[in-house]
């Protein structure tokens, strides 16, 4: 079965930590970039960050540099979003979407969803 897996979401305070991963079974990850997205109540979808096959390019929004990293295990299939110093408004569902190249707007495989919240 072809399909993208998050997970790692959660509950934390402001300021704390979460990993997410992005695991694909049935496909080879290695031949994709893959964007993490993120939804928000009453907010509509946006980009967060994204990473390149041979990982050589990652991309950022502009409200999670600095705070987030990506990165892949190839070998593994995974791909990771390394989330720090987390705030209130980070506070969505995180998907996880694999893509030819990070400047291509078409996706192949959606996950389904990890919910990260952020609060005291």
């Known amino acids: 079965q072809v399909q993208l897996v998050e997970s790692g979401g959660g509950l934390v305070q402001p300021g704390g930590s979460l990993r997410l991963s992005c695991a694909a079974s049935?496909?080879?990850?290695?031949?994709?970039?893959i964007r993490w997205f993120r939804q928000a109540p009453g907010k509509e979808r946006e980009g967060v960050s994204c990473?390149?096959?041979?990982?050589?390019?990652?991309q950022y929004e502009d409200s999670v540099k600095g705070r987030f990293t990506i990165s892949r295990d190839n070998p593994k299939n995974t791909v990771y979003l390394q989330m720090n110093s987390l705030k209130p408004e980070d506070t969505a569902v995180y998907y996880c979407?694999?893509?030819?190249?990070?400047?291509?707007?078409?996706?192949?495989?959606w996950g389904q969803g990890t919910q990260v919240t952020v609060s005291s």
């Open positions: 979407a694999a893509t030819r190249s990070c400047s291509n707007t078409n996706y192949d495989y």
């Open positions: 049935g496909f080879t990850l290695e031949r994709y970039a």
């Open positions: 990473i390149s096959r041979s990982a050589i390019i990652t």
